[in-house]
């Protein structure tokens, strides 16, 4: 299993960013995906995931700024971020979630920085 994510930087504040996260070694399009981010000095934060079906959630702080979406095609998902604040400022990583043997097991990447600033 391995997930690649791309796409981090330099934004300035109001900027826009789109993440990207490759997914190989398992069935994507069976498999809910997931962005989080860990900023210094403060715990995880789920930031947006996207099931199998293609619903979605979003942490409350993101809901109306970022854009999580999923090409099955490609076996990768996808963050569009606007509306960018210095508070996003962070590593930002991608997580798949899979069963195995009736238990999940969350697979990391080993994260992509972004960077909002004047």
């Known amino acids: 299993v391995q997930v690649v994510e791309s796409g981090g930087g330099l934004v300035q504040p109001g900027g826009s960013l789109r993440l990207s996260c490759a997914a190989s070694g398992f069935t994507f399009s069976s498999s809910a995906m997931s962005w989080a981010r860990q900023a210094s000095g403060k715990g995880l934060e789920w930031v947006s995931g996207?099931?199998?079906?293609?619903?979605?959630y979003y942490t409350p702080p993101m809901r109306g700024r970022f854009t999580i979406s999923r090409d099955n095609d490609r076996n990768t998902v996808y963050l569009q971020m606007n509306s960018l604040k210095p508070d996003d400022t962070t590593v930002y990583y991608c997580?798949?979630?899979?069963?195995?043997?009736?238990?999940?097991?969350?697979?990391w990447g080993q994260g992509t920085p972004v960077t909002v600033s004047s």
């Open positions: 997580v798949a979630h899979l069963w195995v043997a009736d238990e999940r097991l969350n697979y």
């Open positions: 996207i099931y199998e079906d293609g619903s979605f």
